[in-house]
């Protein structure tokens, strides 16, 4: 019983469980997109006095950050109690990493402690590998109006054809970090 | 009411996305190498329900809780934006091997690296709002 509990979910069903999280937010008459609560956020913090990108009622927008929430306490939920959190990816691409890059984690964890380790984080690289992902993530994200859940599952549900050229731009900046600049920087 | 409705499908949303490793820095990177199906699996088959879904509401003209609007507004159709945008948010998302909603996920987890992470994002979402003027859209 433990062992059904702890194992991974398939996407077929991990893929309809995330339809249903659109449909439940769109009958709640919100929408589905969770990079803005980035903006939110930013909003609150008084980000307002720098951009009127950030002069908006938000606490109109208090539901996301509730969401927010729990998704961090889903988070924690599923990795204390639903999770042996390891990660068994494609052989091939986990001998990959650790001969390129010498990531040899694959399999045994759920992030790569060479990068997310705390006692790692005394290498500046990784300070910048972290910091820099995230910026680029935050400024892409409201720079297309909307991240993987706002196009990607949001946007393409409903056909929007703009969404289609974020996705498109998504997997080209991903591709091309993975092909090009991972060589350089691990 | 609606306080916990939104908390109990932001635990729910977390709960699939921890459980279906779509927040695993290793899936991302195995997504982006080709190297499985399981992210294409669960992007694509939350997609064509998702559009089965959101025809339905529409076609049977279904109104939110409440009675207000569906929020299906179209997007600006400038493409600029979207693609320039769509490429930055691509780079940070292999770069991190996270996105938005995964890094909340992971920090319930218990991984606190990331917090830097989302940081970095907040960061970013404000030098977009100062740039915006700037920008190409």
């Known amino acids: ?186 | 009411m609606k306080t916990l409705s939104y908390l109990i499908t932001g635990i729910f949303f977390g709960i699939v996305m921890f459980k279906s490793e779509a927040a695993s820095w290793f899936r991302i990177y195995e997504m982006f190498t080709f190297g499985s199906f399981h992210m294409y699996g669960i992007i694509g088959s939350a997609l064509i329900l998702g559009i089965i879904g959101i025809q339905i509401l529409k076609k049977t003209n279904s109104k939110a809780l409440g009675g207000q609007e569906l929020q299906l507004a179209a997007k600006d159709r400038s493409y600029p934006r979207y693609l320039l945008g769509g490429v930055i948010f691509g780079l940070g998302w292999a770069l991190a091997g996270a996105c938005p909603g995964p890094m909340y996920v992971l920090l319930g987890a218990g991984y606190g690296s990331i917090a830097l992470v989302i940081i970095g994002a907040l960061i970013g979402t404000f030098t977009y709002g100062v740039l915006r003027n700037k920008l190409p859209h």
């Open chain 1, 1 to 186: 019983m433990e062992y059904l509990l702890k194992e991974p979910w398939p996407w077929y069903a991990a893929g309809p469980l995330i339809a249903l999280t659109l449909m439940i937010l769109l009958l709640l008459g919100k929408t589905f997109g969770m990079s803005s609560n980035l903006r939110t956020a930013c909003a609150a913090m008084g980000a307002g006095k720098a951009s009127d990108f950030f002069k908006f009622d938000w606490k109109s927008q208090r539901w996301n950050l509730l969401v927010v929430l729990g998704a961090i306490i889903g988070g924690w939920i599923a990795a204390t109690y639903m999770s042996t959190s390891t990660v068994a990816i494609n052989p091939q691409t986990a001998a990959q990493l650790a001969t390129d890059y010498g990531i040899t984690s694959a399999g045994t964890a759920y992030l790569p402690p060479e990068i997310f380790a705390s006692v790692n984080l005394t290498s500046l690289e990784n300070w910048l590998i972290l910091i820099g992902g995230g910026f680029l993530v935050g400024f892409g994200a409201r720079y297309a109006g909307g991240c993987t859940s706002g196009h990607a599952i949001t946007g393409l549900s409903n056909l929007q054809l703009p969404s289609l050229v974020a996705v498109i731009g998504f997997f080209i900046g991903g591709l091309v970090m993975i092909n090009w600049i991972y060589p350089l920087i691990f």
